[in-house]
Every structure is written in structure tokens, then in C-alpha cells.
């Protein structure tokens, strides 16, 4: 079955950096687009970035262009997000999605916690 599965969260202070990981299993990784998605606290899920299968295409929300960086590594099945200059406004659950078969799938969420 299709799992994904994010880690590299933590507590940073502004102007600091994380970067997240996400390990995808069960489907043809290679041949699909992934995304970031996050959701503060008290608030809807916000789109991030996106990539595109072949790592050849990147896309990024305006609240991150410039500061996060989305990258892929298809033979380690894994897509990451590195995170710099970070600010208490992107403090949130960050979650790895996939669009399988027409199915959305999301990881468990990784906890970004940025402190002035």
C-alpha cells in the first residue's frame, strides 16, 4: 500500500533551517508529482511547493519562493524540503502528499516549530 512517510521536523529559531524528508513506498515513485502542504496552528492546509516527477520542474507557494527548495531523489524513493530563513510565520505541521491513481495520500505530518 502507499505510504509516505516525513521526518526532520524540530524547534529552530528565525533565520534558522530544517530540512525535511519524506520516504514514499508502495508506488511507482518515479512516475508522479509530490508536494508539500503545511497547517499552522488554528488554520486550513496551505500548498508549499510541488514537484514535478522527473525533478526537472519545481513550484513554490510566494510565502516560500526563495527561502524553501524542493528536490527529489527518485532512486531513494524520497522528496525533501529544504527549509531556509526560516520565520514564526511557517511554524506548522508540514505533510509529503501524492496524487496516486487519483487518490490523495499524506504522510503523518512532521511538527515545524520556528521561535522568535
Known amino acids: 500500500q502507499v505510504q509516505l512517510l516525513e521526518s526532520g521536523g524540530g524547534l529552530v529559531q528565525t533565520g534558522g533551517s530544517l530540512r525535511l524528508s519524506c520516504a514514499a513506498s508502495?508506488?511507482?515513485?518515479?512516475?508522479?508529482?509530490m508536494y508539500w502542504v503545511r497547517q499552522a496552528p488554528g488554520k486550513g492546509l496551505e500548498w508549499v511547493s510541488a514537484?514535478?516527477?522527473?525533478?526537472?520542474?519545481?513550484y513554490y507557494a510566494d510565502s516560500v519562493k526563495g527561502r524553501f527548495t524542493i528536490s527529489r531523489d527518485n532512486a531513494k524513493r524520497t522528496v525533501y524540503l529544504q527549509m531556509s530563513r526560516l520565520q514564526p510565520g511557517d511554524t506548522a505541521v508540514y505533510y509529503c502528499?501524492?496524487?496516486?491513481?487519483?487518490?490523495?495520500?499524506w504522510g503523518q505530518g512532521t511538527q515545524v516549530t520556528v521561535s522568535s
Open positions: 514537484i514535478r516527477f522527473g525533478g526537472d520542474r519545481t
Open positions: 508502495g508506488f511507482t515513485f518515479s512516475s508522479y508529482w
Open positions: 502528499n501524492g496524487k496516486i491513481l487519483r487518490r490523495d495520500y
